[in-house]
């Protein structure tokens, strides 16, 4: 798969649109994206984050050379993984998400200090929401590191392996359907209305 050469596209539009017409629209959105190509996806603020964590312990480290457990990045990779599959995680930056998520691994105040001054008023409704998402990513076991023969073992971390993630979104929003239901209270505690 390549994407099409500027002539093989104008061509597919049969006319609708000249070579010189799709350049100048390529420009439009260029200057409207300011010419962020790059964006920065959920885990890319995670492994930031993570990663500014680590050298905490480490202040002598080389920001630039992964100093963070593989281990726990992959539990909140395979997290962030589930939960982004959810449509509702679009409500939320991708930095939020990964530093809610964080907030499931390590001391909030290590997370605050990592995510640039997020608040907890900013990340608690967030790590409300993952919550079933957490709990579910727990019940189904942690996710065990593979090596792979043309891997370096510091790269482990970034193959992503397989996990049933359509299973586990299923039961994560089970989850939250129960959550969700308010269980009446018991009899005795009804008020009366005589």
């Not at 000249?18 to 962020?36: C, F, G, P, R």
């Not at 992959?74 to 959810?86: A, H, S």
């Not at 909030?108 to 957490?134: I, N």
Request: proline share 5%.
């Amino acid at each position: 798969m390549y994407p099409p050469k500027l002539h093989e596209l104008a061509y597919v539009t049969d006319g609708a649109c000249m070579e010189e017409e799709i350049l100048q629209m390529e420009l439009v959105i260029l200057k409207a994206l300011n010419w962020s190509l790059c964006p920065e996806t959920v885990v890319v603020w995670l492994k930031l984050m993570i990663q500014m964590a680590s050298l905490e312990d480490q202040p002598d480290c080389d920001i630039l050379l992964p100093e963070f457990s593989q281990e726990n990045y992959i539990q909140v990779t395979r997290l962030l993984d589930l939960c982004i599959l959810n449509i509702n995680s679009l409500d939320y930056q991708y930095r939020v998400l990964a530093a809610a998520a964080l907030c499931h691994y390590l001391p909030y105040e290590v997370v605050e200090k990592v995510s640039a001054g997020l608040t907890w008023d900013v990340l608690d409704g967030v790590t409300d929401w993952m919550a079933p998402f957490v709990d579910t990513v727990a019940v189904c076991g942690r996710a065990q590191l593979k090596d792979f023969i043309k891997v370096a073992s510091e790269d482990r971390h970034n193959i992503q392996t397989h996990s049933s993630y359509l299973l586990m979104l299923e039961e994560a929003r089970r989850r939250e359907l129960e959550h969700q239901f308010l269980t009446p209270p018991n009899s005795t505690e009804k008020p009366m209305t005589h």
